[in-house]
């Protein structure tokens, strides 16, 4: 269809749509968590919770190395204004039997202030599926962990 769309032309658009999104109104502390290249959508997520109203928005990035893919520098010029930031560098790298652990135990200590009313998780589902149990186990209200594997998703079928 985009290639038959004349230069200039006006397109419809609706939304936002997906899931991993705070309801309009949401006036809660929320966390954004993103593994490796999950920081990608994490952006969009943080801007998504911004806009729907967050009071506080804390995003938390595990990644190996600041060279493997994008830079904080990058990653900070695109964050809301009020988000902040924890880039927790040197992370396990993908496959590490540790990761997961690691991720919980890291995530835990950054949630030291107290619970969030929601967390918005993006990354290696190998680390995030473990990561929700760990939040739900600290506290996060049911259901208010929402995720988005973008690889090592244990609940995806094989073929």
């Known amino acids: 269809m985009l290639n038959d769309i004349a230069v200039g032309a006006e397109l419809e658009w609706s939304g936002p749509w997906g899931k991993l999104r705070l309801p309009d109104g949401f006036s809660g502390r929320a966390l954004v968590v993103a593994t490796d290249t999950g920081i990608t959508a994490a952006l969009g997520i943080a ?3 911004a806009a729907a109203g967050a009071a506080q928005l804390d995003l938390v990035w595990l990644v190996e190395s600041d ?3 994008v830079s904080e520098r990058f990653v900070r010029e695109r964050l809301p204004e009020r988000a902040r930031l924890t ?3 040197g992370f396990l790298p993908v496959g590490h039997p540790e990761r997961p652990a690691r991720a919980c135990a890291l995530v835990g200590d950054h949630l030291a202030a107290g619970p969030y009313d929601a967390a918005l998780c993006a990354g290696d589902g190998a ?3 473990p990561l929700r149990e760990r939040l739900a186990a600290l506290g996060a209200p049911e259901g208010s962990v929402l995720l988005e594997s973008f690889f090592n998703n244990p609940l995806k079928k094989s073929a």
Do not use: E, H, K
């Open 47 to 49: 801007r998504g919770a």
């Open 87 to 89: 880039v927790l560098g």
């Open 127 to 129: 680390v995030i599926y």
């Open 67 to 69: 060279d493997t893919f």
